[in-house]
């Protein structure tokens, strides 16, 4: 396990105690760290100010609420293209050509995360407390994916390596 440092276990319990949404980090900062090229915490720290400054003024609120729906998805459509993006450049790390299983792996988890869009009554038979686990296309393919990746390629393969190397290693140390 990771060890946790006490200011950060403090700041991502402390706002749901108070009643305030609880500290996160989304998945979207990829894409804007690709379009901008920006990686500095003093640009957070600046978005925040600016956030608050906006909390406490409302005429300058409405001036940011008032932002075209078209701009804010045009903006959506570069941000969530990044990110898939970024997924596709940690794909080209996996070695579709020699395992022949990461490709099956792939296919499946890809075509199990979609399930929930595109057939939301596919999981209807499933006992309700399951619904925020199967209505997830993303948790699906991630369990799908980890699940199969543990099957075709995990521990067992890798002891199987382990142990023939340990061979080969005696059979040279025996000559």
């Known amino acids: 396990m990771c060890p946790i440092s006490p200011a950060r276990s403090i700041l991502?319990?402390?706002?749901?105690?108070?009643?305030?949404?609880?500290?996160?980090?989304?998945?979207?900062?990829?894409?804007?760290?690709?379009i901008t090229g920006v990686r500095s915490r003093f640009v957070c720290v600046a978005g925040a100010l600016i956030l608050m400054a906006l909390a406490m003024v409302p005429k300058a609120a409405h001036l940011v609420a008032g932002i075209p729906r078209y701009v804010l998805g045009g903006a959506a459509i570069v941000m969530f293209g990044?990110?898939?993006?970024?997924?596709?450049?940690?794909?080209?790390?996996v070695d579709f050509k020699t395992r022949r299983h990461n490709m099956?792996?792939?296919?499946?988890?890809?075509?199990?995360?979609?399930?929930?869009?595109?057939?939301?009554?596919?999981?209807?038979a499933f006992p309700p407390y399951l619904a925020p686990l199967l209505h997830s296309g993303v948790l699906l393919s991630m369990l799908t994916a980890i699940g199969l990746?543990?099957?075709?390629?995990?521990?067992?393969?890798?002891?199987?390596?382990?142990?023939?190397a340990s061979r080969t290693v005696a059979r040279h140390a025996a000559l």
């Open 82 to 93: 990044m990110v898939a993006g970024s997924g596709m450049r940690i794909l080209q790390a």
């Open 104 to 124: 099956m792996i792939f296919a499946i988890s890809l075509g199990i995360g979609m399930i929930p869009p595109l057939s939301p009554e596919f999981f209807r």
């Open 12 to 34: 991502e319990r402390q706002p749901s105690l108070s009643g305030w949404r609880p500290y996160t980090s989304y998945g979207q900062n990829i894409g804007l760290v690709g």
């Open 149 to 164: 990746n543990l099957l075709f390629n995990g521990v067992c393969q890798s002891h199987l390596a382990d142990a023939s």
